[in-house]
């Protein structure tokens, strides 16, 4: 039976929302097609009518979780502390931290995006820099010249990233120290945001 090109647009929706959920989740090896389309509420043996292959999905997939990180960091800026606040308190919670499957897609693929397909590293590196220039656009104007600008949002997003990454490498075995690195990375972060966020 054919599908509509309204049906098969969801499905293919369904199928890179599913991916990049459970990519982050448990990484681009550990997780098969078959289970992917499964979680999409498909079969599997339409996967190939949407995707040459699964290193086609995990490209798209990681694009698209690239984007909805990145549309979240556009709507914390409604807050009366400034644009970068409450990204700060966001990205450094407890629910970040233990909801990799929803979350920003810098600390699930980091580790692993630079053994994957050529295809997806282009599109990791593509998200990290669309990622830099956002927080880099977001902060203060006393920030400045721009070559500090870039510095410093590179810098910030990097110990993001790093730091969310060993909170949850600590989680379960020392959620004291996992805690620790979320409250203390995000008291330093705000010196470098410029005057607090």
Known sequence: MKVSKEKAAEHRAAIVTAAGRL??????????????????????????????????????????AFQESLNRLAQ???????PLAAFLDRYL??????R?????????????????????????????ERFVAVVRDRLPPSVAPEAERNARA????????GGVALARATAQTDPALSQAILTGLRGQLEGLIGGGA
């Open 23 to 64: 990519f982050r989740e448990r990484g681009f090896d550990k997780v098969g097609v078959a289970e992917i389309t499964k979680a999409a509420g498909l079969t599997h043996g339409g996967f190939y009518g949407h995707f040459a292959s699964k290193d086609a999905l995990a490209a798209e997939a990681c694009d698209a």
């Open 76 to 82: 914390d800026e409604a807050t009366a502390n400034g």
């Open 93 to 98: 919670s407890e629910l970040h931290r233990d």
């Open 100 to 128: 990799p499957d929803a979350g920003c897609p810098m600390p699930a693929f980091a580790t692993e995006a630079g053994r994957q397909d050529p295809a997806v590293q282009a599109r990791f590196t593509s998200g990290v």
């Open 154 to 161: 590179v810098t910030i997003v990097s110990a993001l990233v």
